[in-house]
């Protein structure tokens, strides 16, 4: 499935939410020194009406499962609980053999579970037309737009302009899919690379089988801050909704924090997490718009502006296109 048809996918799925109000205080203060500005996705700039990838409900999960293969043109023979459950089976198998490995906090690739998956299912005659070549990633996003619907936050196009038009540099940590960095040019109308994100700032967990909450992504930021932008640690700012997989690896590396409580989908406080005792963000944020009070307008000027034109003349990507 090529990249402009994933767009339209997605788009086809789509349908507008609106962040649900947390109650919870925003706390705000200047934020001097801040060059680099990376965030979470679901849940922080993306309304995730599930709060995070993967979280789904279970009642209607065996419905979903039937109606994605059924979408995807694959005809399945057994009830949507066995698929469902074959599915939940295949992703802790593949965690396993990542933990026996030594990957604290494992990720898969989501691909090769539905081919797994697909072939177990054949294999005790589930699945009809057998020998039929799949696509896979037509099924993953038949399913994940089913089970995790998205829409952007408010004002989250207009607070990375306002970044980037600044000289800020922008990056992604975030646990996702082959299928995440579409949401930007489906639903925003631009690329990752045209809403200033620098592919090297640029993390998903599926690409390198590890996942928030552990600091894997993190250092790998702040290595490459520090060595291709000069920018350290305390000059980073992370943006993200969840305490534990946002906010506390983020500041196990020295980035500082703004807790994004914009909506009660997604918040996770983690008040009884003993991982986050002692954790406290440097701001909280109750829209996105309010990050753009907390940063000088000159944020990320000094020190960016002879790498802003390699970074952005680099690994271009165009609206719709393969790369996303």
Same mark, same amino acid.
């Given at each position: 499935?090529?990249?402009?048809?994933?767009?339209?996918?997605?788009?086809?799925?789509?349908?507008?939410?609106?962040?649900?109000?947390?109650?919870?205080?925003?706390?705000?203060?200047?934020?001097?020194?801040?060059?680099?500005?990376?965030?979470?996705?679901?849940?922080?700039?993306?309304?995730?009406?599930?709060?995070?990838?993967?979280?789904?409900?279970?009642?209607?999960?065996?419905?979903?499962?039937?109606?994605?293969?059924?979408?995807?043109?694959?005809?399945?023979?057994?009830?949507? @609980?066995?698929?469902?459950?074959?599915?939940?089976?295949?992703?802790?198998?593949?965690?396993?053999?990542?933990?026996?490995?030594?990957?604290?906090?494992?990720?898969?690739?989501?691909?090769?579970?539905?081919?797994?998956?697909?072939?177990?299912?054949?294999?005790?005659?589930?699945?009809?037309?057998?020998?039929?070549?799949?696509?896979?990633?037509?099924?993953?996003?038949?399913?994940?737009?089913?089970?995790?619907?998205?829409?952007?936050?408010?004002?989250?196009?207009?607070?990375?302009?306002?970044?980037?038009?600044?000289?800020? /540099?922008?990056?992604?940590?975030?646990?996702?899919?082959?299928?995440?960095?579409?949401?930007?040019?489906?639903? /925003?109308?631009?690329?990752?690379?045209?809403?200033?994100?620098?592919?090297?700032?640029?993390?998903?967990?599926?690409?390198?089988?590890?996942?928030?909450?552990?600091?894997?992504?993190?250092?790998?930021?702040?290595?490459?801050?520090? @060595?291709?932008?000069?920018?350290?640690?305390?000059?980073v700012l992370y943006v993200g909704n969840d305490m534990k997989n946002d906010v506390a690896p983020a500041a196990?590396?020295?980035?500082?924090?703004?807790?994004?409580?914009?909506?009660?989908?997604?918040?996770?406080?983690?008040?009884?997490?003993?991982?986050?005792?002692?954790?406290?963000?440097?701001?909280? /944020?109750?829209?996105?718009?309010?990050?753009?009070?907390?940063?000088?307008?000159?944020?990320?000027?000094?020190?960016?502006?002879?790498?802003?034109?390699?970074?952005?003349?680099?690994?271009?990507?165009?609206?719709?296109?393969?790369?996303?």
């Amino acid at each position: 499935m090529m990249g402009h048809a994933i767009v339209e996918l997605i788009r086809r799925h789509a349908r507008p939410l609106e962040p649900i109000p947390t109650g919870v205080e925003r706390s705000l203060k200047p934020l001097p020194g801040v060059r680099a500005v990376l965030f979470d996705i679901y849940g922080t700039l993306f309304i995730s009406a599930s709060g995070d990838i993967g979280l789904v409900q279970p009642e209607r999960l065996g419905e979903v499962f039937v109606e994605s293969l059924k979408a995807a043109g694959i005809e399945f023979l057994g009830k949507g @609980q066995e698929g469902v459950d074959c599915l939940v089976e295949t992703i802790g198998e593949e965690h396993d053999r990542l933990r026996a490995g030594g990957v604290e906090w494992p990720e898969v690739d989501i691909v090769e579970i539905w081919e797994k998956v697909l072939k177990r299912l054949a294999s005790v005659r589930k699945i009809g037309g057998l020998g039929q070549p799949y696509d896979y990633r037509h099924l993953a996003i038949q399913y994940e737009m089913r089970t995790n619907p998205v829409w952007p936050m408010p004002d989250c196009g207009r607070v990375l302009a306002g970044l980037r038009d600044g000289g800020v /540099l922008l990056g992604l940590i975030s646990n996702a899919q082959f299928f995440t960095p579409y949401l930007f040019p489906a639903l /925003l109308g631009q690329s990752r690379t045209e809403l200033g994100f620098r592919p090297e700032l640029t993390l998903f967990s599926f690409e390198h089988r590890r996942a928030k909450p552990g600091t894997d992504l993190f250092e790998r930021a702040r290595e490459t801050l520090r @060595q291709q932008f000069a920018t350290p640690a305390e000059a980073v700012l992370y943006v993200g909704n969840d305490m534990k997989n946002d906010v506390a690896p983020a500041a196990r590396v020295g980035f500082r924090t703004a807790l994004f409580a914009g909506d009660r989908r997604s918040l996770r406080t983690r008040e009884d997490d003993k991982s986050v005792d002692g954790v406290r963000p440097d701001v909280v /944020l109750t829209a996105l718009c309010q990050l753009l009070e907390c940063l000088p307008p000159t944020a990320g000027e000094m020190g960016t502006r002879d790498t802003a034109t390699k970074g952005r003349s680099s690994g271009h990507e165009t609206s719709g296109g393969e790369s996303a």
